[in-house]
């Protein structure tokens, strides 16, 4: 399952801020996030951005922080830990099945398609194999 490391995550601050707040208006069932505390995260964060209240439909419930300053983005953040050190939760899990493609493919790339579905033509089980050949390897042989 994936994991974020809240005190540590490996990502910029803007990346941290935006990520945790998609989780929290995810509609994830599979997350250590209770419904109330994930409300309550977006919520604050989204009074350090704004003066209006925070929106109540699901599909505006999204953080644009192009409007703030460094320091709107330090409060963010630091409100996100602050929130999550107070629920004695230091590492974010969840579990979100993969997704069918949300485009199709372009005209141009449908022959290429077409052929790798010849190449492969059974669905790998998993998404992203651990032994994927090498770059140059060729995965007939």
């Not at 005190?7 to 250590?32: E, G, R, Y």
Request: glycine fraction near 2%; charge should be negative; charged fraction near 20%.
């Amino acid at each position: 399952m994936p994991s974020l490391d809240v005190h540590n995550p490996q990502m910029p601050d803007l990346q941290f801020v935006l990520f945790v707040s998609a989780l929290c208006t995810s509609d994830l069932t599979t997350i250590n996030l209770p419904p109330e505390l994930r409300k309550t995260i977006f919520d604050r964060c989204w009074s350090l951005i704004h003066t209006e209240a925070p929106p109540t439909d699901p599909k505006d419930r999204v953080l644009d922080l192009r409007g703030g300053t460094e320091l709107t983005l330090d409060a963010c953040a630091a409100t996100i830990r602050s929130l999550l050190q107070e629920a004695n939760i230091t590492t974010l899990v969840w579990d979100h099945p993969v997704s069918e493609p949300s485009m199709n493919s372009s005209p141009e790339a449908l022959p290429l398609v077409d052929r790798l579905a010849k190449l492969y033509p059974d669905r790998p089980d998993i998404v992203d194999p651990s032994n994927r050949p090498s770059s140059g390897s060729n995965p007939t042989s």
